[in-house]
């Protein structure tokens, strides 16, 4: 079975730091990416990395704060977040596909963990 475990949420100060983890299992992926959905928003991209870390993106609003990486060891994958601000509040996704494009959509989906930086 197929399964993606996001953990790491939880409540911060701005300018604080937090890093999120996706255990994965079940099979073998080739690109991994962190999504998020604030409330009343639709969900957006964040950031993808192929699985051998070889290539990564970034959307703008994320880019220089956030990097994202992961174990291949542990099948995991990481999302570090650094200078939080309000505006990155959210219920952050990670997600995970055997082929295709970072911006295509994706097969395998974490449940979401809780993001919420205070001003």
């Known amino acids: 079975q197929v399964q993606l475990v996001d953990s790491g949420g939880g409540l911060v100060q701005a300018g604080g730091s937090l890093r999120l983890s996706c255990a994965a299992s079940?099979?073998?992926?080739?690109?991994m990416a962190w999504f998020r959905q604030a409330p009343g928003k639709e969900r957006e991209f964040v950031a993808a990395?192929?699985?051998?870390?070889?290539?990564?993106y970034y959307a703008d609003s994320v880019k220089g704060r956030f990097t994202i990486s992961r174990d291949n060891a542990q099948n995991t994958g990481y999302l570090q977040m650094n200078s939080l601000k309000p505006e990155d509040t959210a219920v952050y996704y990670c997600?995970?596909?055997?082929?295709?494009?970072?911006?295509?959509?994706?097969?395998?989906w974490g449940q979401g963990t809780q993001v919420t930086v205070s001003s």
């Open positions: 997600a995970a596909k055997a082929r295709g494009t970072f911006l295509s959509d994706y097969d395998y």
């Open positions: 990395s192929t699985w051998s870390g070889g290539v990564t």
């Open positions: 079940g099979r073998a992926f080739s690109i």
